[in-house]
């Protein structure tokens, strides 16, 4: 995929039946060039998760279209969701091969495990893991099915601040070695500037962007004090934001 074209408009009813509709999301457009990491801020409620949803082809509701180099279709997507939905009576072995609708050899599994610091887990079940390690085997699993697009939606939230440190740069390594073109949502402003190359951000209900922000530095240099550098500039240019920083 060379690049993702997003043109939306969602009307949604009051009411089951009720003829009375208001917009969702209106006259959101963005493209996305390949390989290309985006994190999309907004407040609660603005519709990033069904946005999301919208360009995984899980929610069809909508007026626009999607393109992927200039043809009109959905994306060949895997997803990270809020919960890692990891099934009980597999185990992490069993939970990433049913992701996959092609052989993958355990060998291949493993090596994302061990990337990703869970070289010992790959027969173990859902409840002997922490929450951080289930999140992480979520991570493994969408880095294994060959898709053109990830979607993230808030993967690492309810994670203490160490945990989520930690699995933001496994995340990057992952992605650095694997590249994937790659949708983040996030409330947290600070996740935001660490791991994108671009900021989408989105207004209150009718949703829309107003404001794409570029993110140039390498992520090598984005130490605490860049971040925190970078999101005073972003109150002092633009602020229009400062409700999302």
């Not at 039946?17 to 999301?25: A, C, L, M, P, R």
């Not at 869970?118 to 979520?138: D, E, F, I, T």
């Not at 699993?141 to 740069?169: C, I, Y």
């Not at 951000?201 to 550098?229: C, G, K, V, W």
Request: overall charge negative; hydrophobic content about 35%.
């Amino acid at each position: 995929m060379n690049q993702l074209n997003v043109n939306i408009k969602l009307k949604q009813h009051q009411h089951h039946g009720d003829e009375n509709s208001f917009d969702v999301i209106k006259n959101l457009h963005f493209e996305q060039q390949s390989d290309q990491f985006i994190c999309l801020v907004g407040p609660s409620g603005c519709g990033k998760t069904t946005l999301l949803n919208i360009i995984g082809g899980l929610d069809n509701n909508y007026e626009g279209d999607i393109q992927i180099d200039e043809q009109i279709g959905t994306p060949n997507a895997s997803f990270v969701f809020q919960t890692p939905r990891l099934l009980p009576w597999c185990n992490v072995l069993e939970n990433i091969q049913l992701a996959n609708e092609t052989d993958i050899s355990p060998d291949t599994i493993e090596q994302l495990l061990l990337e990703l610091g869970l070289k010992n887990s790959l027969n173990s079940y859902p409840h002997h893991l922490s929450l951080g390690m289930q999140r992480r085997v979520a991570l493994a699993r969408a880095f294994s099915v060959n898709s053109d697009l990830l979607l993230m939606d808030e993967p690492f939230v309810s994670l203490d601040q160490p945990t989520a440190r930690k699995a933001r740069q496994l995340l990057l390594t992952l992605w650095q070695t694997q590249p994937k073109t790659l949708i983040f949502v996030t409330h947290d402003i600070e996740e935001a500037i660490q791991l994108a190359d671009r900021i989408l951000f989105l207004s209150d209900s009718p949703s829309t962007i107003i404001d794409d922000i570029a993110i140039n530095t390498p992520r090598s240099e984005r130490t605490s004090e860049h971040i925190n550098s970078f999101r005073n500039e972003l109150r002092t240019e633009h602020q229009h934001l400062a409700h999302l920083l």
